[in-house]
């Protein structure tokens, strides 16, 4: 039972370090303008893209590829399983959306 306890806690504290990994700082999101280039986007992004996708985020349309960052690691926020979806052709930004499930 103690063992089972401890594997808890450890997976949990496991996917709190990597969901605040993929977190995307509001106000970086806020200044974030459709057309600006891959590269200098890349500056403000998290490390990692967030594993979970909001129900809708649909697929994407041929030549654009979408990635996903979550506006909080915090499961009690209300904002919990909410996404910024970032989307790119090109290496240009074509679209910025704020996805809540």
Known sequence: MAAGAV???GVGMWETVAASRSVLDPGDYARLRVGQDRSDIRKVLPDRQAVQRPAG???EERGVTCEFYA???DRFDDRSGDAYRLCFRDGRLV???ALTP
């Open 57 to 59: 985020a649909g697929p």
């Open 71 to 73: 506006m909080t690691a």
């Open 7 to 9: 594997l808890l806690a």
């Open 95 to 97: 679209s910025r959306d």
